[in-house]
């Protein structure tokens, strides 16, 4: 079975430097992996897919299958990216979404 | 375009009574999720339909919660009787497809408390 896990609960940095969320994962298969973000009483939405290859607000994340990682990334850090990110992961088939537990940030002025 | 409709927003219930949610999804998307977050955790998906079809309801506890779309377009998930672990937010989703990947968009969410 597929599992995404996420092992910070909590990233705290200083506005302009840098943030790395981890998100590793098992599945058998070839996966799509992507990052949603909740901001503050808004709805979750997507961030990035691994796929599109594209930074979006400054953040990428690279799908790395030997280390079954795909972290998100930004070299400096705003004070609007205060948020909670979750990484998720498709079945190849389907489009059945499998979250990990999430991770808070919060960038301080 | 309008986005996915929950209802209600909040509920507070007794455990052993019943509730009802409601979504309604974005126009002429066929396939519907219900997700159930825990406070500290991630969604889990709890069912999929494809239009008024059932594609995977393997994570839904099938002794108390039910779901139904019966006309392929808003949906309702219920649960009888509720019990202190259901409190959670119930998340809907709809996406364009279902049969491969199609961006999910979700809703507002039902915030549930069971007392």
């Known amino acids: 079975a597929q599992r995404v896990t996420q092992p910070e609960k909590l990233l705290s940095v200083f506005k302009g430097a840098p943030v790395e969320l981890k998100c590793n994962y098992s599945y058998s298969g070839s996966p799509e992996l992507f990052w949603y973000v909740q901001y503050s009483r808004q709805r979750l939405q997507l961030l990035l897919r691994h796929i599109s290859r594209e930074s979006i607000k400054g953040f990428t994340a690279d799908l790395n299958k030997g280390e079954t990682s795909f972290h998100l990334k930004k070299p400096f850090a705003q004070e609007e990216d205060s948020a909670m990110y979750y990484c998720?992961?498709?079945?190849?088939?389907?489009?059945?979404?499998?979250f990990g537990g999430g991770t808070r940030v919060l960038v301080k002025p | 375009e309008a986005g996915v409709a929950q209802s209600p927003r909040y509920k507070i219930i007794e455990k052993r009574q019943s509730v009802a949610f409601w979504c309604n999804p974005i126009s002429g998307h066929a396939t519907l999720y219900w997700y159930q977050q825990i406070l500290g955790q991630g969604p889990k998906l709890l069912i999929q339909f494809q239009n008024n079809g059932v594609v995977d309801d393997s994570q839904l506890p099938k002794d108390r919660f039910s779901a139904e779309r019966l006309k392929g377009v808003d949906s309702t998930l219920k649960i009888q009787p509720a019990k202190l672990e259901d409190s959670a937010v119930y998340l809907c989703?709809?996406?364009?497809?279902?049969?491969?990947?199609?961006?999910?968009?979700f809703g507002p969410g039902t915030r549930l408390t069971v007392l």
């Open positions: 989703a709809s996406s364009f497809r279902g049969l491969s990947y199609n961006e999910q968009f």
């Open positions: 998720a992961l498709n079945k190849a088939a389907g489009n059945k979404l499998t």
